[in-house]
Nanobody
């Protein structure tokens, strides 16, 4: 059974820092992307950052230069270091992960799906002014 367990959320003042961690279990995640999404009240969930198997990283524009994603494949863990937090970063943050799956039911080729298959329960990040 796949599980993604997040930790590290909390309340902080603007300009502060938090580090989120997500420990994945139940499968191997080293071949595909892991990442972080967030959902603020009244808004749709958005991709914050992801990191693929070879370490390439992507960030949404609003967090570039402030957030850093990293992963430890040996521990099936992904991290999000968040610095210079702003009130607009307030949201529930979700860890997301992909694992290899068959490209089609008739195919023996394995690849990473376009969207994450697994999600954490979410951790609240609140930034106050």
């Amino acid at each position: 059974q796949v599980q993604l367990v997040e930790s590290g959320g909390g309340s902080v003042q603007a300009g502060g820092s938090l580090k989120l961690s997500c420990a994945a279990s139940g499968d191997s995640f080293s071949s595909c992307e892991m990442g972080w999404y967030r959902q603020a009240p009244g808004k749709e969930r958005e991709l914050v950052s992801n990191i693929n198997s070879d370490g390439a990283k992507r960030y949404t524009d609003s967090v570039k230069g402030r957030f850093t994603i990293s992963r430890n494949n040996a521990k099936n863990t992904v991290y999000l270091q968040m610095n210079s937090l702003k009130t607009e970063d307030t949201a529930v943050y979700y860890c997301a992960a992909k694992t290899l799956r068959k490209r089609a039911w008739y195919s023996s080729i394995l690849d990473c799906p376009p969207q994450p298959q697994y999600w954490g329960q979410g951790t609240q990040v609140t930034v106050s002014s």
